[in-house]
């Protein structure tokens, strides 16, 4: 007889770790056409930059509302223990996000006048400091935080570390290569020319982050390190840096042949990577290094309750997420305006 309790949080675990993934792809790369703003002086190329996103970059957040959802109702002892940990880098992020929001809006309204550029600038802001303490967020989780029966039991700086600090540049920069493919793919001529040139330098500085990042998270803790070099799992987890190292290749030969869609696929296989080695390093930690998923996890029927409704609304938001790239698809132009 199959035991719900514990086969519900592992399906759990899947669909928080696949939103978690599709906002990363989703918001990621219009996170990184904000801070790729800083290399575009051209005020009409930044236009044609932003039109590439407008109609579908609200709607990319989302996933991030269904990762925190399922955090709170799903895994509450998670959610009790990693929000107090990590206060100060969610409200920054959050705060971020909206004065970003406020800044795509606005610059469109003020544009041509005296502060159109102080919204250029909210926009470029609000987009680093976004991916920065997503990044960092993410970093201090692998790292750990420190558990006292069952709840934080640490400082508010806790989570700020020369680790999280590098996994926050990390993320900054793998979003502006996100940005700059995407742009390849969706813009033309001389701006399509500059986001190849972009793209070249970014893929270099996010591989040598993602060789740091590696080597450097198995050395945290023992467990970490036993799941990539212990026999058979190194079997299992061989595949991985292999992929990263194909898929780099692919990505450089797509830049230097002008594709059009295979540097941002590869790109977004980069983030695939490295999202599912992270979670091959802390399974079956929910609160590494201490609390497992089971720990943490609400009662079965609880979650079973939840589940139901998930299967019900996760189509549809998978439907018209995917209609609305299809409708805005193909190549964005000076022509192209957003009101």
């Known amino acids: 007889m199959m035991d719900f309790s514990y086969w519900l949080p592992i399906v759990w675990a899947v669909i928080l770790v696949a939103a978690i993934t599709i906002y990363v792809i989703l918001d990621g790369f219009d996170l990184g056409i904000g801070m790729l703003f800083t290399l575009e002086r051209d005020p009409d190329h930044r236009d044609v930059m932003i039109n590439t996103i407008a109609p579908v970059w609200d709607g990319n957040e989302t996933w991030m509302v269904l990762g925190g959802a399922v955090l709170y109702g799903v895994f509450p002892g998670a959610y009790a223990t990693l929000l107090p940990a ?74 700020l570390t020369p680790f999280s600090v590098m996994c926050g540049l990390s993320v900054m920069c793998g979003y502006a290569l996100l940005g ?28 040598a982050a993602i060789v740091i990042v590696s080597i450097w998270t198995p050395l945290l803790h023992a467990p970490y ?33 002008s594709h059009a869609r295979g540097p941002f696929l ?18 079956p930690y ?40 299809h409708v805005f698809r193909g190549k964005v132009t000076k ?3 957003y009101h």
């Open 225 to 257: 390190l036993r799941r990539w070099t212990d026999w058979p799992n190194i079997l299992l987890v061989a595949p991985v840096p292999i992929l990263v190292v194909v898929l780099g290749l692919g990505l450089v030969r797509g830049l230097r042949k």
């Open 335 to 337: 022509a192209d305006g």
């Open 86 to 159: 990590f206060y100060l880098p969610v409200i920054l992020m959050l705060l971020a996000l909206i004065f970003r929001g406020v800044a795509f809006e606005f610059r469109v309204m003020t544009k041509g006048t005296a502060r159109g550029g102080m919204w250029d600038i909210g926009f470029m802001a609000g987009s680093g400091i976004a991916a920065f303490c997503q990044g960092a967020i993410l970093g201090g989780v692998v790292q750990g935080v420190r558990v006292v029966d069952g709840s934080f039991d640490g400082g508010s700086f806790d989570w």
């Open 180 to 207: 700059a493919t995407w742009l390849i793919w969706r813009t033309t001529d001389a701006l399509e020319a500059s986001c190849r040139r972009w793209a070249q330098r970014l893929a270099i500085a996010l591989f």
């Open 286 to 325: 929910a609160v590494p290094p201490s609390l497992t998923l089971w720990d943490v996890s609400s009662p079965p029927s609880s979650q079973f309750f939840q589940l139901v409704g998930t299967a019900i609304l996760l189509p549809i938001i998978l439907t018209y997420t995917l209609y609305s790239y």
């Open 266 to 283: 590869c790109a977004l296989g980069w983030f695939f990577l490295c999202l599912s080695g992270l979670g091959i390093t802390i399974w």
